[in-house]
């Protein structure tokens, strides 16, 4: 088994660019799946499709570097020395976000601007099946969250990641 390259700074910066860029493609998925990015916007009182962008992406890079506050430890450090285990620490990271932000933070969030409700944009079915496919689609978008995050971490920190994606030298990073 590998073993962790030596940090130096190389985690946070490995967390804070793998939470920008897993941001990035859950992004995507909220806006495409569910229209939702208007509504991220809401948390700072702007309902913007660009505000909702900002607003995602600066918290999803605080995830990242709250991933590796937490996970950069030696109870970790052998999942962190090969890609699956951090994979793992990703997806884990990400459905524990999901539940604390979608069950706490963005509730709580929406109540403080005013709203009464969680906004579900552009369902075509309501009821059962839109509560449904909304469940379904932050899941999906938190597991690549997870998935991202885990695989950027990887590439920038695995000594011997051998494959081809996102391959980076040790020595370079």
């Known amino acids: 088994m ?21 941001g ?10 569910l229209g939702l990015m208007p509504t991220i916007g809401t ?19 605080l995830f990242g570097l709250l991933f590796v506050a937490v996970f950069d430890r030696p109870l970790f450090d052998e999942l962190r020395a090969d890609v699956g285990g951090c994979l793992s620490l990703g997806v884990v990271h990400s459905a524990l976000l999901g539940v604390i932000t979608g069950g706490l933070l963005l509730p709580t969030a929406l109540a403080i601007e ?5 906004p579900v944009p552009t ?11 909304f ?25 011997d990641d051998a494959s ?4 980076i030298d040790p020595a370079d990073r």
């Open 135 to 159: 469940g379904a689609v932050i899941a999906v978008a938190h597991l690549i969250y997870g998935l991202v995050l885990g695989r950027v971490f990887a590439a920038f920190t695995v000594a």
């Open 24 to 33: 990035a493609t859950m992004g995507v998925v909220l806006h495409w799946g």
């Open 2 to 22: 590998s073993q962790p390259v030596e940090a130096d700074g190389r985690n946070w910066l490995a967390g804070a660019v793998g939470g920008l860029l897993a």
């Open 123 to 133: 369902l075509p079915v309501p009821g059962l099946t839109a509560s449904f496919e």
């Open 114 to 118: 005013g709203a009464t409700s969680l």
């Open 43 to 61: 948390l700072v009182g702007v309902e913007t499709v660009l505000v909702g962008w900002l607003v995602h992406l600066f918290n999803s890079t």
């Open 164 to 167: 081809d994606l996102l391959p």
